[in-house]
């Protein structure tokens, strides 16, 4: 990608370079500042027509433009993060033209200063680890403000995670799609909590990866299933509805397995709900029909 194509910003927490194309910055600058946008321009896509995901590379840290007009403005060609710095994001100004491969000019005008920009220092490297783990909350602060809408999000890193130890993109894309969805109703219909919906996201895989490091999923998963059912007070209909957003999760990758398969009708189980449908006459990865 040459440089007169591509725009770039540097991630204020790890210094890893973040570049897209000069369509997609365009896009994005235009959703940002336009006082009103027409139906086909509510979102941003990305080159494959998804909606944009941006994530840094070197921390993956996701790194939030939908909802950050309250946000100060970063330094020209940096990220920004919010006041307890859990929430990346970029704005406007965070954009400089061309690949980033060297430092920004203090002056700040956009332009390189030929000054390498690569972090070489292995001790260094190891502080800046060290810092990024240190601004993670814990699993107890977590806890302490633990929701349904966490286990809700838990319930679906499981789902995508039992099988492989880790979650696919598509899979992270489906979860992170379904949580600005749930943000923006939020937003509108005027629930202060709003603004938690993404920390609810991010809580929630700590969880997951803690749970996954100790090889407790499974046993996490049926805790948090009993206890949805308990909020919705086991209502169907309700049910049925979560049930069929989990199985979405599932089908992200286009397969399922047998873990995933598994949590699948503890749900069933648990909730009583005639699920029978969404798995019937299919056959798993592996070859196990249902």
């Known amino acids: 990608m040459s440089n007169e194509e591509s725009w770039s910003t540097k991630c204020s927490k790890c210094g890893s370079i973040i570049t897209i194309e000069a369509s997609i910055k365009e896009s994005l600058i235009k959703y940002q500042t336009v006082s009103e ?34 946000y100060a403005d970063p330094d020209l060609g940096h990220t920004g993060y919010d006041d307890d710095m859990s929430t990346a994001y970029v704005k406007p100004n965070s954009w400089v033209k061309g690949q980033m ?40 602060e977590v806890l302490a403000r633990w929701t349904i809408g966490h286990k809700l999000y838990f319930l679906q890193f499981a789902l995508a995670g039992i099988d492989e130890h880790r979650v696919t993109n598509d899979e992270m894309q489906t979860i992170m799609r379904r949580m600005k969805t749930n943000k923006a109703i939020q937003e509108k219909l005027g629930k202060d909590g709003y603004h938690d919906e993404e920390q609810r996201f991010k809580d929630a895989e700590i969880i997951y990866n803690q ?24 209502n169907e209909q309700a049910l049925t509805l979560l049930y069929g957003e989990m199985f979405e999760v599932v089908m992200a990758d286009g397969e399922i397995w047998h873990g995933e398969r598994y949590i699948l009708q503890m749900m069933v189980d648990e909730w009583g709900i005639m699920a029978g449908p969404f798995l019937r006459g299919m056959t798993d990865a592996s070859g196990i029909s249902f």
């Open 37 to 70: 946008l027409v139906e086909a321009e509510a979102t941003v896509l990305d080159t494959d027509g998804e909606e944009l995901d941006l994530v840094c590379d070197g921390c993956f840290r996701t790194i939030e433009w939908w909802d950050c007009d309250h």
């Open 101 to 140: 491969h060297k430092s920004v000019e203090e002056s700040g005008n956009g332009l390189f200063d030929g000054k390498e920009d690569e972090i070489t220092d292995v001790e260094e490297k190891n502080e800046m680890k060290k810092e990024q783990s240190m601004s993670e909350p814990t699993v107890d």
């Open 211 to 234: 749970a996954e490091k100790e090889g407790n999923l499974i046993r996490q998963s049926a805790v948090f299933i009993s206890a949805v059912a308990e909020s919705y007070k086991w």
